[in-house]
């Protein structure tokens, strides 16, 4: 898979489930968005598995 997966997650901060779109075509990547929920800014890691699915993980913007 090279293209954008939809990929949900809870908000570090409120803890409320949200909906992020990765670009798959990008083995790992940083950035930090704002939460659509409490648009508090968050910190996005995402790796993309062997298999081409993205696992992410969101952290407080300070961490």
């Known amino acids: ?5 939809e990929v949900s997650a809870c908000c ?3 803890g409320e489930p949200i909906t992020l779109l990765i670009d798959c075509s990008i083995a790992e990547q940083r950035y930090i ?3 659509e929920v409490c648009c ?4 996005v890691a995402v790796a993309i598995t062997a298999e081409g ?7 407080h913007e300070n961490e």
């Open 40 to 43: 508090r800014p968050m910190n």
């Open 1 to 5: 898979m090279n293209g954008v997966e």
């Open 53 to 59: 699915l993205p696992q992410v993980s969101l952290t």
């Open 33 to 35: 968005e704002d939460c």
């Open 12 to 14: 570090p901060y409120c």
